[in-house]
């Protein structure tokens, strides 16, 4: 079989169908839809898009040929089998958008008529709105909407292929219409209700997202530490605390087993649903602040210590750590609040606790047990863990990205040979010598530091910033915090990852595309934390509007706004808008746009005539249609030869001579008269004989 | 039920738009409803609503809504496409029936564009395309002829669905002149007149005493002076008098020259003679009953008689209720006024 028939008589055929240029919009819009479905669609997927749409492009050339029954139902059976395969039955929204787009994909090979077009449109308008379920930033939301643009210039060029004035014709048009219904489009958004869901489903993904896990293996964080991801955003309402303060507590990890830190605590499994992004409303308190974090699809929260909720999305949950009810599966806003003053912690802890963060592995890492038992020996709990970070701070111990291999007894290498580590490394090795000495300590992972925002009014958190530290129970005092890091690299907690590794040159080193890499150069600095307020304001004020921030917002307006009332605003908008737009087209038409009085009575008085059944013929002057008038209606005779006189002294005599206006009154007095008797004659004749009424009519 | 409906319909609209050679598009004469896309369009938007309260995504609701607007806005370009629209025929055509008669219309803009406007009658549709404002834009309508007389169409819609094609407006055009069609030429068998050079009586002549005259039975198009009513009132079957006619001038082309033929097809051959003398450049006159053209050439000469051909016996229509054309053999139960075109006496 051969496809690479040139303009065959079936090409042009095909041509007939689709104007190419519509076709055109209809493929861009298809690609620019594609790019924010990049990172979670198998390339087997994009592939098969790319090499169908350009297929039915090539056949629109008439270079190809479409593909016949057959052979499209056996692509099709092949690339639904594909990908049946792949998903294994794993049926989440993910899978769906992914068939979503094959779906697309497998259209193009049979768009042959109009009506396909219309039915790609459909399809391709609710893959835009798809894609807002996984990318609400703002240029995705641009390049969103830029694709419904397209499609809509498409529609035109498919309904006017000659499209006039060109596509710039067609954009301005599309603009111009834009503009006109945004206030409308806006106050809807505002108004609309937000009602809860109707019904639940779960948008779990199959993507991998970046950010921390549940294990930490030495070297995991330092992966991390190569991905300038933003983590989560937070606003103070107070001050903000210094930047070696700035410890967010993810989850604790307290098992330690063949090298691995793991949560000994088993963790639900929670029914899937979504999680609620309502994250508390109002103006921030000065102890309050919010975070607005990116999803993780984890239930972990993070928050800095001695924090209470404030929102009711988290819930604080045992060891001060808080939770999501479900998965943070979008991005998810909630509120927490500082403690003013430290708790003093009286209560000790229970056996089984103190069994917990004791917990060792039987063997292994013999020269660090042996430390450890030599630091008992000499002094109390703190004496020990002063003396720990002493031996950080004036040994020789590195704060690397780059850590050597330790594959054997690696606590004890890191410790006495290597000194060379991540702060997984020393965190570990630092919570094992503590436990081997006796002293409940526990390893725990979130981030550390965050750089300010445009004008310092947010903190941005980046993926950089995981870190892990210990925290040490010592009696009388609670859970201390004790890291390493700080002792070996001051630098990596009083300003970031950047400085801490400054002299090896490892920051992001990997990562040729991100703007911190390049935070030494002002502009592209200056740009990338611009570029971030403007999507911060984004996500809080438009992606986050929602339920509770839309009550909140309607309550600060006079008159209590229920959720009834927004039903009701919501229906005046409609109609009101409707309204509106009636009642403009309305007045142009009455008005006539730049026409003047006299061309609007006229006009009047033409219609006049057309009713009684003289209409008027091309290029006739008053006083004809005036004289047919008067035959037709001889009640009106001579109401319309004045009026036709003084119409024609209007147009043909001197204007100077007399009142302008003064004339279009009586011309309108004139029609209104003749309008009275009409009425009357009307009358008259339906009464007498309305046989010849409607004999009159019919002449 | 649904005929009634539409009868009901077509009456409302027709009183709404009479009949005029000069159609100004206004709000009071133009329509407009979403098309089967735009319906479509409606669900989906409905669908995405859906999909943004169960994701409880802001995002899906505004594009929503802006989608919703836009379709607002579309009703309103819809509309102003053709709205200001002013459309006036120039000329009915004429032409031969079974032909496609053109009507020639123009079309003049507005203060706003007209995009992408197409006229429709029964079965044509001409595409207009695009006429810039304050611009016009003369097309050809053609509409099929099946009988020769007066033809004008009952309706011809304007329409447009530019620019998403979500919502279509539409207007009708009710042309007020009629258009002339020709009978249709037919070969005529041999070409007798009885009618003698400059005896204009000739055309009055009636077959009485005629001696060789055959009797055969009534059939459809026997004029009613032929038939023998003395006859039918004795026996009560209508029998018709065929007779022999005398051979007449050449130059005269007479109606009463086909004996036993229908009047139809007297006009058909009639037509079909006078587009031979013409070609060949002959003299010739028409002689129709109540009409009489005298001896002339020329192609004005042919005109004239066709259009006398065509219009013999017709009444040209002028009234609102006009029957629409191709509906001349007795499809309309309304039994409407006796002004109609092609009812005949």
């Known amino acids: 079989m051969s496809f690479w ?33 990049l990172d979670r669609l198998p390339p087997w997927l994009i592939a098969a898009c790319i090499a169908l749409a350009g297929w039915r492009w090539l056949a629109q050339q008439g270079r190809v040929r479409l593909p016949g029954r057959w052979l499209r139902t056996s692509i099709m059976l092949l690339l639904v089998a594909v990908y049946l395969v792949r998903v294994q039955g794993s049926f989440t929204v993910d899978t769906a958008a992914s068939f979503f787009v094959l779906a697309v994909g497998l259209k193009w090979l049979e768009t042959r008529t109009p009506r396909d077009f219309y039915v790609l449109f459909y399809i391709l308008v609710y893959l835009a709105a798809v894609n807002f379920l996984f990318h609400q930033e703002i240029h995705w939301a641009l390049i969103n909407i830029g694709s419904i643009a397209l499609l809509l210039v498409g529609l035109q060029v498919l309904n006017a292929p000659e499209l006039p004035g060109g596509l710039k014709a067609g ?8 503009l006109k219904v945004l206030p409308v489009v806006v106050l809807l958004f505002v108004f609309f209700p937000r009602m809860a869901p109707l019904w639940s489903v779960p948008l779990v993904s199959g993507q991998a997202r970046t950010g921390i896990s549940d294990t930490m293996r030495p070297g995991d964080i330092s992966n991390l530490a190569q991905s300038s991801e933003r983590a989560f955003r937070v606003t103070f309402g107070g001050s903000m605390p210094e930047y070696r303060d700035r410890y967010w507590r993810g989850l604790i990890l307290d098992n330690l087993d063949d090298g691995t830190w793991r949560q000994s605590r088993y963790e639900p499994r929670r029914r899937p649903g979504r999680v609620s992004v309502d994250g508390g409303v109002g103006q921030l308190a000065p102890l309050e602040y919010d975070v607005l974090m990116e999803p993780t699809d984890q239930r972990w929260a993070f928050a800095l210590q001695g924090s209470v909720a404030v929102s009711d999305n988290v819930i604080k949950e045992s060891d001060d750590l808080f939770r999501f009810r479900r998965p943070a599966d979008s991005p998810v806003r909630y509120r927490l609040a500082r ?75 890191l410790l006495f040979d290597e000194k060379r580590g991540f702060c997984a490394h020393y965190a570990g090795a630092t919570a094992f010598v503590l436990r081997s000495a006796g002293i409940p300590a526990r390893v725990v992972v979130g981030y550390q530091g965050g750089e300010s925002g445009v004008g310092n009014e947010y903190l941005i958190v980046r993926q950089y910033d995981a870190h892990a530290w210990v925290e040490a129970w010592v009696e009388g005092q609670g859970w201390v915090r004790i890291d390493p890091t700080a002792a ?52 809080r004020w438009v992606v986050g509007y929602q339920g509770q921030s839309q009550m909140d917002l309607m309550s ?101 001579a007399r009142g302008a206006t003064d004339d279009l009154q009586r011309l309108r007095r004139l029609l209104a008269t003749m309008k009275r008797q009409l009425r009357r004659t009307d009358k008259k004749t339906t009464r007498n004989a309305p046989a010849q009424a409607s004999l009159r009519k019919t002449l | 039920m649904r005929k009634f409906i539409h009868s009901r319909w077509q009456r409302w609209v027709n009183r709404r738009i009479p009949r005029s050679d000069v159609q100004l598009l206004t709000q009071r004469n133009l329509f407009i409803l979403p098309t089967a896309a735009g319906v479509v369009f409606g669900m989906l938007l409905l669908i995405m609503l859906i999909t943004g309260i169960n994701y409880q995504n802001s995002l899906i ?176 079957q209508m029998v018709v008098a065929d007779w022999e006619a005398d051979k007449g ?38 002689n129709l009953p109540g009409q009489v053209i005298e001896p002339d050439t020329g192609p004005a000469h042919v005109t004239r008689c066709l259009r006398a051909l065509a219009i013999w016996g017709e009444e040209k229509p002028r009234d609102a209720f006009a029957e629409p054309h191709g509906t001349r053999s007795a499809s309309d139960p309304a039994g409407r006024s006796g002004a109609t075109s092609g009812v005949r006496s």
């Open chain 1, 5 to 37: 028939n040139r303009r065959t008589a079936e090409a042009e055929q095909q041509g007939d169908g689709l104007p190419s240029r519509a076709l055109l919009w209809l493929i861009l819009s298809f690609s620019l839809l594609l790019l924010p479905q």
């Open chain 1, 339 to 413: 403690e003013n003053a430290e708790r003093p912690s009286e209560e000790s802890l229970t056996p089984g606790e103190a069994r917990r963060f004791l917990q060792l592995p039987s063997t292994g890492n013999p020269r660090a047990r042996a430390l450890a038992n030599e630091l008992r020996q000499s002094s109390n709990d703190i004496g020990v863990i002063r003396t720990l970070l002493t031996r950080f701070r004036e040994q020789p111990y590195y704060y690397t990205l780059r850590p050597p291999q330790m594959p054997e007894d690696g606590i004890d290498s």
């Open chain 2, 249 to 286: 001038s050449p130059h005269w082309l007479d109606f009463n020259a086909f004996p036993g033929a229908d009047h139809e097809l007297r006009l058909s051959y009639l037509s079909w003679l006078v587009l031979e003398r013409g070609k060949n450049g002959a003299r010739f006159g028409l």
């Open chain 2, 61 to 236: 609701y505004l594009v929503t809504f802006l989608l919703g607007a836009v379709f607002v806005g579309a009703m309103h370009q819809t509309h102003r496409n053709l709205s200001g629209l002013e459309l006036t025929l120039v000329q009915a055509g004429e032409g031969f029936a079974g032909d496609e008669i053109l009507f020639r219309l123009r079309a003049a803009a507005g203060k706003d564009d007209a995009v992408a406007i197409s006229l429709s009658g029964d079965d044509v549709s001409v595409r207009v395309g695009h006429v810039p404002s304050h611009q016009s834009v003369d097309v050809a309508f053609p509409v099929p002829s099946a009988f020769r007389g007066y033809l004008r169409p009952d309706q011809i819609r304007i329409e447009t669905r530019f620019p998403f094609g979500l919502l279509k407006a539409w207007s009708w055009m009710r042309p007020h002149s009629a258009a002339v069609v020709f009978p249709r030429p037919l070969a005529a068998p041999e070409v007798i007149s009885a009618v003698d050079d400059g005896d204009e009586a000739a055309s009055s002549r009636s077959p009485e005493g005629n001696d060789h005259a055959e009797i055969r039975p009534w059939r459809e198009g026997d004029m009613s002076q032929r038939v023998m009513w003395k006859r039918f009132v004795r026996s009560g």
């Open chain 1, 171 to 178: 954009w301005s048009r599309l603009g111009v219409m834009l």
């Open chain 1, 556 to 656: 600060r307006l006079p008159g209590g706004f229920g959720m009834r009332e927004l039903g009701y605003l919501t229906a005046g908008i409609v109609g009101a808008g409707l309204l509106v737009a009636g009642l403009i087209s309305a007045l142009q038409l009455r008005h006539g746009g730049q026409r003047d009085g006299y061309q609007r009575v006229l006009e009047a008085w033409h219609q006049l005539c057309g009713r009684v059944g003289v209409p008027v013929r091309n290029g006739e002057t008053p006083a004809v249609l005036a004289s047919r008038l008067a035959v037709a209606e001889p009640a009106l005779a001579d109401s319309a030869r004045l009026f036709a006189r003084m119409v024609n002294s209007h147009y043909y005599s001197d204007q100077s």
């Open chain 1, 488 to 539: 070996i690299a001051p630098n990596r907690i009083e300003s970031g990852l950047r400085e801490a590794v400054a002299e090896e040159g490892s920051f992001l080193e990997n990562d040729w595309t991100s703007a911190q890499r390049y935070g030494d150069v002002a502009v592209i600095q200056w740009a990338s934390l611009q570029l971030d307020r403007i999507n911060y304001q984004w996500q």
